[in-house]
């Protein structure tokens, strides 16, 4: 399934961005979704989990860095999951990928088949 991520950009240390990823695939719907992220200097590292949410839009999952800060949720009308993150720091830099899944909602980038193109949150303190 193709994914199609929007959103990202620069936000100052406390700010929030909301980042977004669409497909025009109607059987998007039944696929469980993940945010990952890349982080600067961290490239020989695998992907750092985000958060993930099932097919039916239940179960949010979050990764220990950015739980408390970060919502996510999908609109089942416009075939979208967002991510909604707060309160953002400087080392929430990063190039983040949403991800598709028919198998599960994991945390680990093998549990996922399709990717986004990525986008770039930079953070500036």
């Known amino acids: 399934i193709h994914l199609e991520q929007s959103g990202g950009g620069l936000v100052q240390a406390g700010g929030s961005l909301t980042l977004s990823c669409a497909s025009s695939d109607h059987s998007f719907n039944t696929y469980h979704i993940g945010w990952f992220r890349q982080r600067p200097g961290k490239e020989h590292e695998d992907h750092e989990f985000?958060?993930?949410?099932?097919?039916?839009?239940?179960?949010?999952n979050y990764g220990d860095a950015v739980k408390g800060r970060t919502a996510i949720s999908r609109d089942f009308a416009k075939n979208t999951v967002s991510l909604q993150m707060s309160s953002l720091r400087p080392e929430d830099t990063a190039v983040y990928y949403c991800?598709?899944?028919?198998?599960?909602?994991?945390?680990?980038?093998?549990?996922?088949?399709?990717w986004g193109q990525g986008t770039q949150v930079t953070v500036s303190s």
């Open positions: 991800a598709a899944s028919n198998y599960c909602a994991g945390a680990y980038r093998r549990d996922y088949r399709s």
């Open positions: 985000v958060a993930s949410i099932t097919a039916s839009g239940s179960s949010p």
